[in-house]
């Protein structure tokens, strides 16, 4: 008690407690110190990151804008070589829109031997794939193949097949109405995306080849006309279907389907 009244009365502190006096005022400036550590560290490690940030910029983007998305050096091959597999994921106002795309110099510089493109219209199955394999065998780089099948369908042909991943996404196709127009807009557009194809063969499960491949190119490629298939057919499903009430709007003649090309076209 006598102690501690005596340490009241003295002037001078003694010397813990002006430790402790000492140690509150230096408080504040170890905290500033503490704080102007954090802030340099936090600096640094913020200046050392933006650097790192360039450095991996550089290093990882920088060279990916010189080489194509789908990994292969941007060379013109790699433009002009159509793909392995004609699926895609256009729909078909972006399918279209890429289509209509077209070079504005019309010299290749490049070697380029045209093709005809064989556009498969079909529910699914192709009854006569046998005869086409044949038709098609060893006249690789003159052809491409378009297989329009319904949507669910799903073709089991092996990888040895002309026929083999040529399915391209389709749409719901019904007898006489305007999507099977749209699905011959469709093959087209699709067959529009190699610029190898020249010129467009439309088809249908039904049809088998009566000539051989070289006699249908060089008929083809050396005709200026287009070609289009009509029978004049007495019966049930030629002249029999012809309704007269059509008349005067529709000729007899193969009007309609010239329309219907006039929109592909
Ligand atoms: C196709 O996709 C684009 C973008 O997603 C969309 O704007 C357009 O309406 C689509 N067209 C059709 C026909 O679905």
């Known amino acids: 008690m006598g102690m501690e009244e005596g340490i009241k009365d003295n002037a001078s502190p003694p010397p813990n407690l002006r430790h ?3 140690s509150r005022a230096l408080l504040p400036m170890r905290g500033l110190q503490v704080f102007l550590l954090f802030f340099v560290l936090v600096l640094g490690i913020s200046v050392v990151s933006m650097h790192m940030i360039k450095y991996l ?10 080489i194509s998305p789908y990994g292969e050096r941007d060379t013109l091959e790699s433009f002009i070589k159509p793909p392995s597999s004609v699926w895609h994921f256009m729909n078909d106002s972006e ?68 026929f083999y ?11 006489g109405e305007m999507s099977m127009c749209d699905a011959e807009r469709r093959l087209l557009a699709n067959a529009l995306l190699d610029i190898s ?13 009566v000539r051989g491949f070289n006699f249908v190119y060089n008929y083809i490629s050396r005709s200026r006309y287009s070609f289009m298939g009509s029978v004049d057919e007495n019966g049930p499903y030629g002249r029999g279907r012809y309704s007269y009430a059509m008349g005067p709007e529709i000729g007899q003649e193969v009007v309609l389907i010239q329309l219907l090309l006039a929109k592909l076209m």
């Open 20 to 22: 402790t006096n000492q």
């Open 165 to 175: 991943r040529r399915q391209i996404p389709s749409q719901p196709v019904a007898w």
């Open 57 to 66: 910029k550089i290093q990882t983007f920088a060279p990916s804008t010189l």
């Open 95 to 162: 399918l279209l829109w890429r289509a209509s795309m077209e070079p504005g110099i019309y010299r290749y510089s490049f070697k380029r031997v045209p093709k005809i493109a064989f556009m498969f219209l079909t529910k699914g199955p192709l009854p006569f794939a046998p005869l086409w394999e044949r038709f098609f065998e060893g006249h690789e780089s003159f052809y491409s193949i378009y297989v329009h099948a319904l949507p669910n369908y799903r073709s089991g042909f092996p990888s040895s097949s002309v």
């Open 197 to 209: 194809n020249e010129w467009f063969v439309l088809l249908s499960e039904a049809c088998i080849p």
